[in-house]
């Protein structure tokens, strides 16, 4: 029942400040609007788990996470309560886990996961999601040679799906990448 101990206390943690729009969340949505970037907010974007990135690039299947130094156990920050000591660490122990699954089903569906800390540089976030952006557009471009001249552009981008989840998807990868 570990699983549902996290859970609970994660419930309690968002009762109390909110999971969404936190301060980093929202620097690094600033950040990218200024780039010109276009993106969705805390979406569900997978039928075999229910996590939501905080930002979504549908297109480009980009997910990004800006993951809280406490519930996701940054080394920098996390000072665990000393009472309790043990059940804390369990928790955040699961939350990380909880995260490397959701990332391996995610990953095994051709999305692309970029995760931060919320104590990372919004500005150094914002190049790696245009870093990873700018490989779809190279990957789109370099495309219509593939597929020959006589598709249209729509037709292109339809057969394009299946080819880049093959090129993306890194398999059975759990381990984070930051
Ligand atoms: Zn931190």
């Known amino acids: 029942m570990e699983q549902r101990e996290a859970e609970d206390a994660r ?23 200024r780039r010109g970037r276009r993106f969705f907010v805390d979406r569900q974007v997978s039928r075999r788990c229910r996590v939501r990135p905080d930002l979504v690039f549908p297109r480009a299947r980009v997910a990004v996470f800006v993951d809280g130094c406490f519930w996701h156990h940054c080394e920098e920050h996390t000072h665990l309560p000393k009472a309790n000591a043990e059940l804390w660490r369990r928790k955040v122990l699961a939350n990380r886990q909880r995260d490397a699954r959701n990332q391996a089903i995610l990953t095994s569906e051709g999305w692309r996961v970029i995760r931060s800390w919320e104590h990372d540089d919004p500005a150094a976030v914002a190049d790696r999601v245009e870093d990873e952006l700018d490989r779809w557009t190279a990957i789109l471009r370099r495309r219509p040679e593939r597929v020959g001249r006589h598709r249209n ?3 292109a981008r339809c057969q394009l799906a299946p080819r880049l989840q093959s090129v993306t998807s890194s398999g059975s990868e759990p381990a984070l990448t930051r």
Do not use: Y
Request: charged letters at 45%.
């Open 11 to 33: 419930r309690r943690h968002m009762a109390r400040f909110g999971r969404r729009d936190t301060a980093p969340e929202l620097a690094l949505r600033r950040e990218l609007h």
């Open 153 to 155: 552009r729509r037709g």
